[in-house]
């Protein structure tokens, strides 16, 4: 998923998000071999862990952003300069390219179907997921790529942040903090979210990640009272004690809630050796999202007679070279036009 580029690059963050980019590939592969998803706190896939933490990492750092220059119209030219890029170049790919190189019907019919046509919705962030004869005898038919769905969601936690902040409520960070533990109440308390997520009412996701996202942002507001060597340690203890508790009593999802963004952006905030240096080559992670479903696709559609590992072991290193690619030659290049 897109976020702020750090241009420091002394912290944590790049790592993460490359690792959770690469979680949710991992996570994919499983889907598309028709095999289950592997699990984490009992009820997430692997792939919709790594989204939370995506929008955590997100939160904290789109709201530095906003802090440092709160100007509406700046604002919303980062965010899309570094979000559409991508989006686009995917979507473009996945129609035009991919598209009609696998589809199974006639390539008149393919680009006269109307799902055709609805596809490039998508390039305005209403996402359209299905077209026409491709991946037909995938698990997830007729998709071509699975994880676009997200990016509107984010866009809209940007959006709500910046209502936020034009409302001044940003200038008073526990009345940040009251919204998000009333919204946390209302959505896995008195709604019971933890059993409308099991039914998999997947309309909700957008109220999950948003409190992930906002989570983030307090932590950006309240970093004074954590942000050092000692009181991150003390603030972990406390979360994980907090979080197993919640977890034993079977609130999976609840515990993910408390525990997840602390602990990823904490994580984020520090300078680790070797990790820290983990975007020389580039912010491959937004790259590695965006690509990776549309590629696992066509490594699995053209070697049918691999398995699950050798489809991986080819995948991963394509993924990683497209999103280099993507990064080096359209990415960075549309955020050198960002306001300064």
Not at 58 to 70: A, E, F, N, V
Request: proline share 6%; charged share 10%.
């Amino acid at each position: 998923m897109a976020h702020l580029t750090n241009t420091h690059r002394s912290n944590n963050f790049d790592f993460i998000r490359l690792a959770a980019a690469l979680s949710v590939l991992f996570s994919h592969q499983f889907a598309l071999h028709a095999l289950p998803e592997p699990l984490v706190l009992r009820y997430q896939t692997l792939g919709g862990f790594a989204v939370m933490v995506f929008f955590a990492v997100s939160g904290y750092l789109i709201t530095g952003s906003w802090q440092r220059d709160p100007n509406l119209r700046r604002y919303a030219i980062r965010r899309l300069l570094r979000i559409w890029p991508g989006l686009a170049c995917t979507v473009l790919l996945c129609a035009l390219v991919l598209g009609p190189l696998v589809t199974e019907i006639p390539l008149s019919a393919y680009f006269s179907d109307p799902t055709t046509h609805s596809y490039f919705r998508s390039l305005y962030f209403s996402i359209q997921p299905f077209l026409p004869g491709v991946f037909p005898h995938s698990p997830l038919a007729y998709i071509p790529n699975g994880v676009l769905w997200t990016i509107p969601i984010e866009l809209r936690c940007y959006v709500y942040l910046a209502v936020l902040g034009i409302l001044g409520i940003l200038r008073y960070r526990w009345a940040l903090l009251a919204l998000l533990a009333a919204t946390a109440v209302w959505y896995y308390g008195i709604h019971g979210a933890e059993a409308v997520f099991l039914a998999d009412h997947t309309h909700l996701f957008e109220v999950e990640y948003a409190t992930f996202f906002f989570a983030g942002s307090c932590l950006y507001y309240f970093k004074d009272v954590w942000d050092r060597p000692r009181a991150k340690l003390i603030a972990a203890a406390i979360v994980i004690g907090v979080g197993a508790v919640a977890y034993l009593a079977d609130h999976p999802l609840i515990a993910a809630f408390i525990f997840v963004p602390y602990l990823v952006v904490a994580f984020g905030t520090s300078s680790f050796p070797v990790i820290h240096r983990f975007g020389r080559f580039g912010d491959l992670s937004y790259g590695v999202y965006i690509y990776a479903f549309p590629i696992q696709q066509t490594v699995i559609w053209a070697t049918p007679g691999w398995g699950f590992y050798e489809h991986l072991l080819l995948a991963i290193p394509s993924v990683l070279l497209m999103a280099w690619l993507s990064w080096h030659l359209l990415e960075n290049v549309a955020l050198q036009y960002k306001p300064r």
